[in-house]
């Protein structure tokens, strides 16, 4: 998967990269939240030095927001409502669909999951929903390769290369103000940290860490795991019992139940509490929770691997491992419209 593609319900907030949240969803070998330590940037407000064995560590030590519930289908909704109302991209509703399990508790999920809430409660007006997507103003074209993210103050600006509109977004809206990291990709957080210096830490369930020269936030719980702080290590995504070793201990499942070492701490999971009807099963050489159906595959940013078409006002595509269809008029939604490889519904308002 590759950076800067469209990842999101909002049909225009761009991920630095396509790796999940933590392993048990991706089933890498990872030891919970990917943390980036090729961050670059100066020390903010909030940030305290700590030493430890002759080495400085900068930690955060100010106030972390709230992450709200992130709905699934909200989730469907909103990838609905912003596929219907932005012709402009002729990606997969899978695409939109598939990125959930991929973004929730993740900074990039905090976003997604407040502009899904503003695009379920707006009326049936495509100007309304388009607002959702940049910060009440109606989303301008723009150049992928040529348009660099950018922040002005709070606000979040990038260029969708799915639908070659600005996407806005106000990162105070979840508690954190605009940063653009070392990567070039602009995103929402707490403030800038260094390469290899500072440490990441635990708030209850929310981890704080560095991401590109960022400071940023996951919530472990919505993983179905716990923050867990060891002396003088980096705070980690894990199960909440005692320290194991995978490669000897391995992980089981009993039906959607995720059991063993995760993270480097023995624990369980619901996978069906993770993401709604998902179970648990192999993933990556390993056990995680994955969906529960068999019949097709859908990625964020990739799509799935199968054609999307209409059938009766409904879009066949890709839903949770079953090749599924969703009618629009369930969703207050018009016409179902075939564009080739995929499908979408139309506004019908």
């Not at 495509?126 to 109606?138: F, H, P």
């Not at 940290?193 to 500072?198: A, L, M, P, Y």
């Not at 089981?252 to 998902?278: I, K, N, P, T």
Request: charged residues 20%; aromatic residues 6%; contains cysteine.
């Amino acid at each position: 998967m590759t950076p800067g593609d469209d990842l999101s319900a909002a049909e225009g907030i761009d991920a630095e990269n396509g790796e999940e949240f933590v392993e048990i969803v991706s089933g890498n070998d990872s030891n919970g939240v990917e943390i980036d330590w090729n961050a670059d940037g100066d020390a903010p407000d909030g940030i305290d030095a700590m030493v430890e064995e002759e080495r400085q560590w900068a930690v955060f030590d100010g106030e972390v927001p709230e992450v709200a519930p992130f709905d699934k289908n909200d989730h469907l909704l909103s990838c609905l409502r912003t596929r219907a109302c932005t012709p402009e991209n002729p990606q997969q509703l899978a695409t939109c669909i598939a990125a959930y399990a991929h973004v929730k508790g993740r900074e990039i999920g905090i976003v997604l999951q407040w502009v899904a809430a503003c695009v379920v409660a707006a009326p049936q007006d495509c100007e309304v929903i388009r607002g959702c997507l940049a910060n009440g103003d109606q989303p301008e074209p723009c150049s992928p390769l040529e348009t660099l993210d950018r922040c002005e103050g709070s606000i979040l600006y990038q260029c969708s290369r799915a639908s070659s509109l600005t996407f806005a977004f106000d990162c105070a809206n979840v508690g954190m103000s605009c940063f653009v990291g070392t990567d070039g990709r602009a995103r929402c957080g707490l403030g800038r940290c260094r390469q290899g210096e500072f440490l990441s830490t635990c708030k209850g369930n929310i981890i704080v860490f560095c991401d590109g020269g960022v400071i940023t936030i996951a919530d472990c719980a919505a993983a179905g795991l716990f923050c867990v702080e060891e002396e003088g290590e980096p705070a980690k995504c894990a199960g909440g019992g005692e320290p194991c070793d995978e490669a000897e201990v391995g992980r089981s499942c009993d039906g959607e139940l995720l059991s063993g070492c995760l993270g480097g701490r023995m624990g369980q999971v619901h996978c069906s509490e993770v993401v709604a009807g998902w179970i648990c099963g192999p993933a990556n050489g390993t056990m995680g929770c994955v969906p529960p159906g068999n019949e097709c595959q859908a990625y964020p940013l990739l799509g799935s691997d199968i054609n999307e078409s209409c059938r009766d006002g409904c879009v066949v595509t890709c839903f949770d491992g079953y090749i599924a269809e969703i009618c629009c008029d369930d969703y207050g939604l018009g016409e179902c419209v075939d564009l080739g490889r995929a499908a979408r519904c139309s506004p019908g308002w």
